[in-house]
């Protein structure tokens, strides 16, 4: 840079100022390059920063996803270790057990042959029988890979149906209520066998839960993808599946059906209703319950590409929601 002498010379003046110029342009330039440089460098940055925080998102989603897959992967693999170790017992079991009950049925039909007290006994030692085979047929339904054919199933048909049935052989105190079934419901598709499967478990569940009286009402509607995440996330809700083992099945718009099932009973602690969908739990006595109904309903759910959902609110009842894909109307029309 040009080194400058004080002067009275206006000659001089002028040069210096000419030069004194000359210098400011130039740092004026080198700024404005600075400049530049500065804002691309800044450019630059911020746009790394932009790729490195959709990354880190990126790398959590798929951790979060990693994690479900491995506990998803580990129940599989337990409950399909526990599903041959139970079907090898059961099939070891259920022979000797036929034979005690077809004895104990033919003592029971010389009952006049026999002390009171032999025939109490003998009875009791009958439905003792029973429970252990039919605990023995829902361990068998819940290990087996069942293989049914799906088609297109009429929910609220099934429904009446059932209610028909069930309410002939549930306790006289027990209502089922089925007035709110929706006119406008879409097939599901699956298997009218095991769906009613389901629904014949919560529906006894409830009406067990119902200890003097009371009222299980059901209710049906259409909803699409958006409704089924809106009622996945609410926050009283308890849901078998995660969102990420129910998220592949969530296609934009996808037509589902719901089925409620609202009891008035008691309701369940938050401490019981995280292990409900959980093979062998049960509050219910020995004698009452084999603690694999709602895992039985689970499986048939997820092989339906569907979820179940509870929510309860303590002493003013509970509510099972179904959520079940509907045959797409669009797809039905265009076979």
Known sequence: MTSYQRT??????????AHLLDDLEVVYNQFILLKNETDVSYAQLRSRNKDLERNVEELGRAYNQLEATRDQLIHSERLAAMGQLAASIVHELNNPLMILIGYMDLTLMMK?????DGNKYLNIARQQADSMNQLMQDILNFSKSQVTPFGAVQVNELITQLVIFL?????????????DLASDLPPVSGSAQLIQQIFTNILTNAADALTNKGTVRIKTKRCNSQDVRREMKEVHQHSALSEEEVEPFLRDDSPFVSIQFTDDGSGIPDEVITNIFNPFFTTKPVDKGTGLGLSICRTIIERHRGNILVSCEIDHGTTFTVLLPAVDEKEEQSD
């Open 8 to 17: 009275d010379d206006p000659a001089l003046l002028v040069e210096e100022n």
């Open 112 to 116: 006049d042959q026999m002390p009171d």
């Open 167 to 179: 309410g002939s052989i549930l306790r006289k105190n027990i209502k089922i209520d089925a007035q």
